[in-house]
T-cell receptor, first 112, second 116 residues
């Protein structure tokens, strides 16, 4: 157990819908990273927050957004869902900016 | 942009034998970190081993060791005395050491099968 929690574990929804994925980092960790794992794209970095501020963006679609709250948990919002958004979404956390990243168990999103 | 390449999509090894997983990367940075992550069927991403580019000594963690060739931009993982629990997807990953984004850049992964 890495200490990073993600909810829900599984999510099944329909095209056009909106969902929110939640991540609680390890106690004391200020950085939260979101990654997407899909069959065709592999593991890709989406976005990084550090102590509430957006630090870096990767190949994140405009339909996706994220935020990190004062208690340091983070949410990834996916809207106008398409079939191709079906993937495993990982959250990872680290103490600072250049420390080891610990991964959560992931949220499996299925868009039907 | 940094890229990580794992050219072998699948490998198999007999239990108790040794297997080497290959990885190459491309970067213009001189200081960075390299990682091997394991993803078993549970889908959890587990850090196996890490290597700092400034260190010449190859990292070792119990049965896992790396062969880091900085000039060749090669980073292979050797698993000794393979066990059934080693069966998983293995991902090679790169991260800058400082400045810019601290994101991990992953290879496509390699599926390792361990035969009893």
């Amino acid at each position: 157990d890495s200490g990073v929690t993600q909810t829900p574990k599984h999510l099944i929804t329909a095209t056009g819908q909106r969902v929110t994925l939640r991540c609680s980092p390890r106690s004391g960790d200020l950085s939260v990273y979101w990654y997407q794992q899909s069959l065709d794209q592999g593991l890709q970095f989406l976005i990084h927050y550090y102590n509430g501020e957006e630090r870096a963006k990767g190949n994140i679609l405009e339909r996706f957004s994220a935020q990190q709250f004062p208690d340091l948990h983070s949410e990834l919002n996916l809207s106008s869902l398409e079939l191709g958004d079906s993937a495993l979404y990982f959250c990872a956390s680290s103490v600072g900016l250049y420390n080891e990243q610990f991964f959560g168990p992931g949220t499996r999103l299925t868009v039907l | 942009a940094q890229t990580v390449t794992q050219s072998q999509p699948e490998m198999s090894v007999q239990e108790a034998e040794t297997v080497t997983l290959s990885c190459t990367y491309d970067t213009s940075e001189s200081d960075y970190y390299l990682f091997w992550y394991k993803q078993p069927p549970s889908r959890q991403m587990i850090l196996v081993i890490r290597q700092e580019a400034y260190k010449q000594q190859n990292a070792t963690e119990n049965r896992f060791s790396v062969n880091f060739q900085k000039a060749a931009k090669s980073f292979s993982l050797k698993i000794s005395d393979s066990q059934l629990g080693d069966a998983a997807m293995y991902f090679c990953a790169y991260r800058r050491a400082q400045g810019g984004s601290e994101k991990l850049v992953f290879g496509k992964g390699m599926k390792l099968t361990v035969n009893p």
